[in-house]
Antibody, heavy 118, light 107 residues
Framework: QVLLVQSGAEVRKPWASVKVSCKAS????????INWVRQATGQGLEWMGW????????GYAQRFQGRVTISRDTSIGTAYMELRYLTSEDTAVYYC???????????WGQGTLVTVSS | SYELTQPPSVSVYPGQTASITCSGD??????VCWYQQKPGQSPVLLIY???KRPSGIPARFSGSNSGNAATLTISGTQIVDEADYYC??????????FGTGTKVTVL
């Protein structure tokens, strides 16, 4: 079964960092780009960045430049998204998703809730 | 930065047709995807490359894209189609951008 399984919910204090994992199974991890998307409660989807798991190349949305890092461990088929200098506005569900059909995100993880609170 | 605008809400009776627009500058020059998201669930890809449906997506979902707007059409809307819908565009200059989202209510 083709799956992306994300790590569990996290709680952080302001100015801390969080690292969310996304483990792929059922397909060759290095064959498809992975993207990260977040969604604050009651809000829309916001694209954060992408990574080519084969080369390690990355690209980030301008508003997250310098604050986010997407990485991977190909030996275990897992991608990571680290977000630094957290504020309450970063409280959201974070999703990983693969790019497959026509630049569409065709496989999504279950989401990881990150709560930032003092 | 590039922006995609959708109406906040659309209401439709069962069996009728719902149309959701997604507006952006020269959007017709980009590929557009559409996603459906139900409460508490991850989004699901409905349409890619403007009008193509992934395997398993019902034929009542269709898409088009021209000029400055893309449209998702749900023909013969069913109660199970009540959800939030998002458009998404991509090109080499803007990377990925999501629309503002539309809540579809089936009356």
């Amino acid at each position: 079964q083709v799956l992306l399984v994300q790590s569990g919910a996290e709680v952080r204090k302001p100015w801390a960092s969080v690292k969310v994992s996304c483990k792929a199974s059922g397909y060759t991890f290095t064959n498809y780009d992975i993207n990260w998307v977040r969604q604050a409660t009651g809000q829309g989807l916001e694209w954060m960045g992408w990574m080519n798991p084969s080369s390690g190349s990355t690209g980030y949305a301008q508003r997250f430049q310098g604050r986010v890092t997407i990485s991977r461990d190909t030996s275990i088929g897992t991608a990571y998204m680290e977000l630094r200098y957290l504020t309450s506005e970063d409280t959201a569900v974070y999703y990983c998703a693969t790019v497959g059909l026509g630049a569409g995100f065709d496989l999504w993880g279950q989401g990881t809730l990150v709560t930032v609170s003092s | 930065s590039y922006e995609l605008t959708q109406p906040p809400s659309v209401s439709v009776y069962p069996g009728q047709t719902a149309s959701i627009t997604c507006s952006g500058d020269k959007l017709g020059n980009k590929y557009v995807c559409w996603y459906q998201q139900k409460p508490g669930q991850s989004p699901v890809l409905l349409i890619y490359e403007d009008k193509k449906r992934p395997s398993g997506i019902p034929a009542r979902f269709s898409g088009s894209n021209s000029g400055n707007a893309a449209t998702l059409t749900i023909s013969g809307t069913q109660i199970v189609d009540e959800a939030d819908y998002y458009c998404q565009a991509w090109d080499s200059s803007t990377d990925y951008v999501f629309g503002t989202g539309t809540k579809v209510t089936v009356l």
